[in-house]
């Protein structure tokens, strides 16, 4: 009977979020598609990246792959003294490139994770290994008991992102599909 009703709900949660879906789900943009590139070669991964940035002190809480016909490297947004930083991190050899202060969206979601229990890497770590791919940009959002993560993970060599909600519930990590784009 419980089973029953548990499965009532997770359909009907499943059917009102796959009206979001399909109002999130779309193409891949072109640039997208440079950064996806990138990711799927570099040596150093995401996860690496984040602990490399939150290695010289502070708490990630944002992270992307840029790339242009440059170069290519990961931005993390880190919490750091209470100053909002982004950091480059070099996507081959895992060198930190520089930093500047956080401004826009790079800025928001610094404290979303405080006091949940969840962390930034695990976040990532946790949509990658759900996603079966690496990610390909996550930012925090949320405070206490609704703070969590969105991750974009890239999957089927690039042809498809999957777009995941990891959240912290009863000391367990939770994750959601919630969209993806072709």
């Known amino acids: ?29 072109a640039g997208d598609h440079m950064e996806m590139a990138a990711v799927l070669k570099a040596p150093v991964t995401p996860t690496q990246a984040v602990k490399i940035a939150e290695s010289g002190g502070g708490t990630a809480y944002g992270y992307g792959m840029e790339a242009n016909r440059h170069g290519h490297w990961y931005e993390v947004d880190v919490l750091r003294g209470g100053d909002r930083l982004m950091l480059r991190i070099d996507a081959t050899t895992g060198k930190v490139l520089g930093s500047a202060p956080a401004r826009g969206e790079d800025a928001q979601g610094a404290h979303a994770l405080a006091g949940s229990g969840l962390t930034f890497g695990e976040a990532i770590a946790q949509a990658e290994r759900v996603g079966n791919g690496p990610a390909l940009e996550a930012d925090s959002a949320g405070h206490g008991s609704n703070a969590h993560v969105d991750v974009d993970v890239i999957q089927n060599q690039g042809k498809r992102v999957a777009h995941y909600r990891v959240s912290m519930h009863d000391g367990q990590l939770h994750s959601t599909l919630t969209g993806t784009d072709s």
Not at 2 to 18: C, D, E, F, Q
Request: glycine letters at 14%; proline letters at 0%.
């Open 1 to 29: 009977m419980n089973r029953n009703i548990a499965t009532g709900i997770v359909i009907a949660l499943a059917l009102g979020t796959g009206f979001s879906s399909v109002a999130l789900a779309g193409h891949i943009e």
